[in-house]
T-cell receptor
Framework: GQNIDQPTEMTATEGAIVQINCTYQ??????LFWYQQHAGEAPTFLSY??LDGLEEKGRFSSFLSRSKGYSYLLLKELQMKDSASYLC??????????WGAGTKLIIKP | TAGITQAPTSQILAAGRSMTLRCTQD?????MYWYRQDLGLGLRLIHY???????GKGEVPDGYSVSRANTDDFPLTLASAVPSQTSVYFC????????????FGEGSRLTVL
């Protein structure tokens, strides 16, 4: 079966750095997304990785290693507004999008 | 820019009743999707449509039906609601077939009693 694993919940301090990991076992790979979802709101796009390496976008970076079936989302200079769930999703060989259950990130002052 | 509009925002429904969740997009995207989101689970695909006039079944299609008469609208119908269909429903669209970014509506919270 296809599977995406993320930690259920993480806690970090305002101003710090946090890394949210995602491991996947899927039938093929055609890309990986990270989405942010604030409580009671819709998911919004953060990043897309299809090649190995680090993609940086402001305070957020996303890393991919296809050989290890692994990605992480790195959030720097954490702000209270970063408190949200972070969803990892993988596109498989038939272009289905497989979603992880999400990681709830709690930011403390 | 409206993007994707869903209605209603929330609804309480008696078991056995029918219900249609509406979804309209103004981005002229070809692909549209219906997901349900339940606590502790990832988004699960109910039905999808790659282009107007075509639909397909996702991971959890039972008890749901969709239609795609035109590019903009993609309604989801529950013919006879059951309590296990209590969930938050998200409509989404993309301009590609799997590699494109998904744009989501604000969600419809449905409670079936």
């Amino acid at each position: 079966g296809q599977n995406i694993d993320q930690p259920t919940e993480m806690t970090a301090t305002e101003g710090a750095i946090v890394q949210i990991n995602c491991t996947y076992q899927t039938s093929g790979f055609n890309g990986l997304f990270w989405y942010q979802q604030h409580a009671g709101e819709a998911p919004t796009f953060l990043s897309y990785n299809v090649l190995d390496g680090l993609e940086e976008k402001g305070r957020f970076s996303s890393f991919l290693s296809r050989s290890k079936g692994y990605s992480y989302l790195l959030l720097k200079e954490l702000q209270m507004k970063d408190s949200a769930s972070y969803l990892c999703a993988v596109i498989d060989s038939i272009y289905q999008l497989i979603w992880g259950a999400g990681t709830k990130l709690i930011i403390k002052p | 820019t409206a993007g994707i509009t869903q209605a209603p925002t929330s609804q309480i429904l008696a078991a056995g009743r029918s219900m249609t969740l509406r979804c309209t997009q103004d981005m002229r995207h070809n692909a549209m999707y219906w997901y349900r989101q339940d606590l502790g689970l990832g988004l699960r695909l109910i039905h999808y449509s790659n282009t107007a006039g075509t639909t397909g079944k996702g991971e959890v299609p039972d008890g749901y039906s969709v239609s795609r008469a035109n590019t903009d609208d993609f309604p989801l119908t529950l013919a006879s609601a059951v309590p296990s269909q209590t969930s938050v429903y998200f409509c989404a669209s993309s301009d590609g077939q799997g590699t494109g970014e998904l744009f989501f509506g604000e969600g419809s919270r449905l409670t079936v009693l």
